[in-house]
């Protein structure tokens, strides 16, 4: 268990930027929607007083390891096993209605990749999982084997981004005619033997295959997509909402909703006054998303690819 919380603690991204970006009210309720080790929970339970921290996380290993890291703070701190989607209905069942700050670090994060088991990373031989909830059935063994080459095809194209992902999806499918694709590696020989090696000099050939089976797996663009208006709602006037995110795909979710929650009017421009009724929420506080700094990257490569995004409640 140590292990874990140190492996947690270690690679909590953006970490100073997050907690400037709540302006946190020591009497005030916040939510960590992904609540992972507990970093950015611990940071913001250290500056609460009479406030409360609820934490929401779907990974069983991510609830134990908050929960020894945030004992010290005893009852300022509710932690829940679930997925941030349903975020309202958990705190409406605490007798919450409104918080004052929320953050989501979204994606999948160190500890996950680096417990071999999991089936996360396509740098250990291990079985084809990549739940993140591991009380679901589906599994990234089930999508390689039982999707068809379509289907494949879409994922790894729409998620991955990757650019042979029809020549990677005729693989699989050819693959698994022979014998299922059970394991990490054997996938990976698979991926490296659809894309051209002159073409795999840019970073490990199954970075983008991977990243699109799991997000495939856990639907994490649909959830995303799904919670976003509901977090903005969740937050009293003058709350916070900061999310940070891993790549393009989540990126682009979180900047147009905040877009739309700022700017939600849907008349013609030529209108010489809005008639749609569509009230604006809040404002878009980070016009360009925050990076992180060349330190951090120095001690986390991971972080690399973070971007923070910031959306404050005026209504």
């Known amino acids: 268990m140590e292990e874990q919380k140190t492996q947690f603690r270690h690679y909590s991204v953006l970490l100073k930027e997050t907690i400037e970006a709540l302006e946190i009210k020591p009497d005030g309720s916040y939510l960590d929607g992904t609540l992972g080790g507990g970093g950015h929970s611990f940071a913001?339970?250290?500056?609460?007083?009479n406030g409360h921290l609820y934490g929401i996380d779907q990974d069983e290993a991510a609830?134990?390891?908050?929960?020894?890291r945030l004992k010290e703070f005893g009852d300022k701190?509710?932690?829940i096993r679930d997925n941030f989607r349903n975020a309202k209905m958990i705190l409406d069942g605490c007798g919450i209605h409104q918080v004052e700050g929320i953050v989501l670090d979204l994606g999948v994060s160190s500890y996950q990749l680096d417990t071999e088991e999991r089936g996360f990373s396509y740098r250990y031989d291990a079985p084809l999982d990549m739940r993140m909830d591991q009380r679901q059935t589906l599994t990234a063994?089930?999508?390689?084997n039982e999707y068809s080459e379509k289907e494949l095809y879409a994922i790894i194209r729409d998620f991955g981004e990757d650019p042979f992902a029809k020549n990677i999806a005729k693989?699989?499918?050819a693959a698994r005619e022979r014998q299922p694709?059970?394991?990490?590696f054997q996938l990976n020989e698979v991926i490296k033997a659809a894309i051209p090696a002159k073409m795999r000099a840019n970073g490990h050939p199954s970075k983008q295959t991977f990243q699109a089976i799991r997000i495939a797996c856990n639907r994490e663009l649909e959830v995303l997509q799904e919670a976003l208006d509901d977090l903005i709602d969740l937050l009293a006037p003058?709350?916070?909402l900061c999310i940070i995110t891993f790549h393009s795909l989540e990126d682009r979710l979180v900047k147009n909703?905040?877009?739309r929650n700022e700017n939600p009017c849907i008349c013609p421009p030529e209108f010489p006054v809005c008639t749609c009724g569509r009230v604006s929420k809040g404002r878009v506080v980070t016009k360009k998303p925050i990076l992180p700094g060349e330190k951090e990257i120095a001690e986390n490569s991971r972080s690399k690819s973070a971007k923070l995004r910031v959306f404050e409640k005026t209504m």
């Open 44 to 49: 913001i339970c250290e500056r609460l007083q």
């Open 63 to 68: 609830i134990q390891a908050a929960g020894t």
């Open 77 to 79: 701190v509710t932690i």
């Open 141 to 144: 063994r089930d999508i390689v």
């Open 171 to 173: 693989h699989i499918a």
């Open 181 to 184: 694709i059970e394991t990490t």
């Open 238 to 240: 003058g709350g916070r």
């Open 257 to 259: 909703a905040f877009r």
